[in-house]
């Protein structure tokens, strides 16, 4: 198998190609995901290659390209929804909860709604109001909706060109801190990642710690740190955050007994909420420690002066790992 150690931008370009060369249905369309190749340069020399009748410059309306892509999804296209920043989906929320998201229940399984709605999200470019938003409970609290975070280039391309595949609507969110600054060998090729399972990123027996996205890596490198301490937890990437892999973490925290959960998302309802509730209902009797949550603060993303101090930091996961593995 061929490999390319590329990033993980180039690994959604690399995704949406393989994809459109293999099947003729999908198309890609946003603002400026044509001429210029995204806000990221995502989509850059897809239109050379495809044409503009397959890579649509769109106008700057959210719930246009969303509606768009939900027609053309129930009359035979696979479209690729590009929103420029997690922020701008919010206009886009009535056609992705309303229609979207229903398509499939409210026709009685008629038609499905193949479509994928890209977007970088989470702090790490020092951006503006609205381009630094993790927002992913409204969608993953919207039944119809899958929801996935890749955290790698590889898992990038290979949840990808699942979620296109899929015959229901996803949510595919990229990392934005992650877009240029982490590298990784990717197949070529066909590479596949199944929606809906998550991935043990490393071993341990101390604590399990759940998280996706940017933040998987700060958990990283807070194993490092609980390693001089002797301590050594078990990380998951979710990678899916709808459906969600239950049954990897509670057999994860059966082993271990304890766990904390790390979020970039706000703190109040955020899925480290629900997996905290998964816990207690379903193994209990496992724990020796209560379920701890690193996340965000209650507050809008603050602008970049003050946003380092926003989301999760190494110190922080290690402490919290500290607290539960000494009680």
Not at 173 to 191: A, C, Q
Not at 235 to 245: A, E, Y
Not at 276 to 282: F, G, N, Q, V
Request: charged fraction near 25%; aromatic fraction near 6%.
């Amino acid at each position: 198998m061929n490999m390319a150690k590329i990033t993980m931008v180039e690994a959604v370009t690399n995704a949406l190609d393989y994809e459109m060369s293999r099947d003729k249905s999908v198309v890609v369309l946003g603002e400026d995901v044509g001429v210029d190749g995204g806000v990221f340069r995502a989509t850059d020399g897809l239109i050379k290659k495809y044409g503009s009748d397959r890579v649509i410059d769109t106008p700057l309306a959210e719930s246009g390209i969303v509606g768009a892509s939900i027609g053309m999804a129930i009359n035979g296209l696979r479209p690729v929804a590009e929103i420029q920043f997690m922020g701008f989906t919010y206009p886009a929320v009535d056609q992705l909860i309303s229609h979207a998201s229903r398509m499939r229940n409210r026709s009685r399984g008629v038609f499905t709604c193949p479509i994928v709605v890209r977007a970088p999200y989470g702090i790490g470019v020092k951006a503006l109001e609205h381009h630094s938003e993790s927002t992913e409970a409204y969608f993953i609290h919207t039944p119809g909706l899958k929801v996935v975070v890749p955290s790698s280039p590889s898992d990038c391309k290979g949840l990808l060109i699942s979620a296109i595949r899929d015959p229901d609507p996803v949510i595919f969110l990229e990392p934005t801190r992650l877009y240029r600054s982490v590298k990784e060998e990717v197949p070529s090729g066909e590479h596949i990642v199944p929606l809906g399972k998550a991935k043990i990123v490393q071993e341990g027996m101390d604590c399990t710690i759940v998280s996706w996205g940017a933040m998987l890596h700060e958990c990283m490198k807070a194993a490092e740190l609980l390693q001089k301490d002797e301590i050594f937890p078990e990380i998951i990437d979710l990678r899916t955050l709808s459906p969600m892999d239950t049954e990897a973490i509670l057999s994860s925290v059966k082993k271990t007994g304890r766990c904390v959960v790390v979020q970039e998302a706000p703190r109040t309802l955020g899925l480290s909420s629900e997996i905290s509730a998964l816990i207690m209902e379903k193994a209990l009797e496992h724990l020796q420690a209560p379920v701890q949550r690193v996340t965000s603060f209650d507050i809008i993303p603050p602008l970049q002066r003050g946003e380092q101090h926003y989301p999760p930091d190494p110190y922080r996961i290690y402490r919290s790992v500290k607290k539960v593995v000494e009680m």
